[in-house]
Every structure is written in C-alpha cells, then in structure tokens.
C-alpha cells in the first residue's frame, strides 16, 4: 500500500501542474487604481469609472461589459474628437491583449455610470463588476474621490 500511495501522490502532483498553467491564464487580468469622482450635485446622476486593467496571461481577452448596482445603467465608452469637440462614443467592448494594460482616465476610455441611484460621496466605494470574454467576471471596489481629481488615490 505504501508504494499505491506514493504513485497516487505523484499522479495528483502531475495533474495539478498540468492544470495550473490553464488556471493562471484565464486569471491574469488584474485591475489596479479603480476611482470615480464624487458628484457635486444631487442633481448629477451620471459618472465615469477609471482605472488600468492589465492581462498578465499568455491568451488575448476582451472586456465586454461592466455593471454596479449603484447605477441604472452603465456603458463602455470611449472618448473621440470630431469638427473640434470632444465625443463620447458607446463602445461594444475593448480588446486587452496578453501582456498589455488597458487605461480608462479622464478625455479617454471610461466606463460610464448613468441613473445613479444616489450621490456618489467622496469617502465611499461603489462595488463595479467587469465581464471578460475570456475570464470571466472581476468584482473590484471603486473608492469615490474628490469632485475635481485628476489622477487615480
């Protein structure tokens, strides 16, 4: 029994290694410095979500939808100049390549937050969950920071 029990450990050690490789990719997406501004009004019921979503795998992803309970509504956009002004264009989703960084910052892609359900205070966090094609979904917290804030906390 003895030797059973060592062949059986290796052959689970083995399976395990081979499974691994498969785990990690579809776990490399990772999202870091997520914010979105407070409101500075009640009246205010729309935002923009930022943050770097990078994919540490080897297998190409897309990121093709996001949602928060904290608004009706949310929208992939990104951000186009057209006769001179400033466009936010609806986007079905964006392409975030093995090894690359995706960036969502202000003038440039977001996520766009319409219908809030209440005033986004500065201090609190609204819960953001994002649908990859290949992984899957990531829930991340998005603290609120200051009404006029340029950069990620």
Do not use: C
């Not at 009004?41 to 897309?62: C, F, K, M, Q, R």
């Not at 975030?96 to 500065?122: S, V």
């Not at 649908?131 to 200051?146: D, L, N």
């Amino acid at each position: 029994m003895p030797r059973f029990s060592r062949v059986l450990g290796v052959l689970m050690i083995a399976a395990w290694s081979l499974a691994a490789p498969l785990a990690h990719a579809q776990d490399g997406i990772s999202v870091s410095h997520p914010w979105v501004r407070a409101t500075a009004s009640p009246l205010i019921t729309t935002g923009g979500v930022y943050a770097e979503i990078g994919n540490g795998g080897t297998v190409d992803d897309h990121l093709v939808a996001a949602s928060t309970p904290a608004a009706a509504m949310t929208a992939l956009h990104t951000t186009t100049q057209e006769n001179g002004m400033m466009m936010m264009k609806d986007v079905p989703g964006f392409d975030l390549k093995a090894g690359a960084t995706l960036r969502f910052q202000p003038g440039g892609n977001h996520i766009m937050l319409m219908g809030l359900k209440a005033p986004l205070k500065q201090g609190d966090h609204l819960t953001l969950t994002l649908t990859f094609a290949k992984a899957g979904t990531i829930t991340v917290e998005v603290p609120v920071v200051a009404v006029d804030a340029l950069n990620p906390p």
